[in-house]
């Protein structure tokens, strides 16, 4: 059974940094491929990045540029380095596995493993 759980959400100002990791349990990193998701208050879950089994990197143009995600497959952890933060960033973050992935985009379906999210909160 595929256990996520998110940690490393906080406040911080507009400019400032934040390191998400997503520890697992049940998930076979080193084949797996895994993928961050956001959902701002009152708006739908969006796709932020993904990390292919090879880890292979993927980003949305919102944070292409400041979002850095990678793996370990040794500590069976998922990273998402988060710099230049805006306001929009805003969110509570959530990791998955993505039990079908499209190698040429990144995208992340049939997922499974969601924790409860750690939530970011920029202010300007």
């Known amino acids: 059974q595929v256990h996520l759980m998110e940690s490393g959400g906080g406040s911080v100002q507009a400019g400032g940094s934040l390191r998400l990791s997503c520890s697992t349990s049940?998930?076979?990193?080193?084949?797996?491929?895994m993928a961050w998701f956001r959902q701002a208050p009152g708006q739908g879950r969006d796709w932020v990045a993904s990390?292919?089994?090879?880890?292979?990197?993927y980003y949305a143009d919102s944070v292409k540029g400041r979002f850095t995600a990678s793996k370990d497959d040794y500590k069976k952890t998922l990273y998402l380095q988060m710099n230049t933060l805006k306001s929009e960033d805003t969110a509570t973050y959530y990791c998955?596995?993505?039990?079908?992935?499209?190698?040429?985009?990144?995208?992340?379906?049939?997922?499974?493993?969601w924790g409860q999210g750690t939530q970011v909160t920029v202010s300007s």
């Open positions: 990390v292919s089994a090879s880890g292979v990197t």
């Open positions: 049940g998930v076979i990193m080193s084949i797996a491929s």
């Open positions: 998955a596995r993505c039990r079908v992935f499209g190698q040429r985009s990144g995208s992340c379906n049939n997922t499974d493993g």
